[in-house]
Nanobody
Framework: QVRLVESGGGLVQAGGSLRLSCAAS????????MGWFRQAPGTEREFVAS????????YYTDSVKGRFTISRDNAKNTVYLQMNSLKSEDTAVYSC????????????????????WGQGTQVTVSS
């Protein structure tokens, strides 16, 4: 298991930007595929983006393509989510997730594929 701590959430106006960070404990961060999920009140948790161990593969849900970018810095044990052109419908608690993977290009998109989760950070977009 890896411990994950998110930061960078906050209140932003529609059209603005935020960058979320997720810091992981331990010395094996490069062995983990990483992902971001979000959950708005009264809704189910939704996949947002994922990235493979190497960073070579990334996936996004359709609603954020072209606006959000997931990246990672294995030297800093951190994964990022750059969010641009934010909309009110992006308002949610954003959580990062990790899964240890043998395959370097594996980037899962399903909630059940991940084994470790952070506590989440609130993102509120005002219109």
């Amino acid at each position: 298991q890896v411990r994950l701590v998110e930061s960078g959430g906050g209140l932003v106006q529609a059209g603005g930007s935020l960058r979320l960070s997720c810091a992981a404990s331990g010395r094996t961060f490069s062995s983990y595929a990483m992902g971001w999920f979000r959950q708005a009140p009264g809704t189910e948790r939704e996949f947002v983006a994922s990235i493979s161990r190497s960073g070579g593969n990334t996936y996004y849900t359709d609603s954020v393509k072209g606006r959000f970018t997931i990246s990672r810095d294995n030297a800093k044990n951190t994964v990022y989510l750059q969010m641009n052109s934010l909309k009110s419908e992006d308002t949610a608690v954003y959580s990062c997730a990790a899964v240890r993977s043998y395959y370097i290009d594996y980037a899962p998109t399903n909630y059940g594929d991940f084994g470790s989760w952070g506590q989440g950070t609130q993102v509120t977009v005002s219109s």
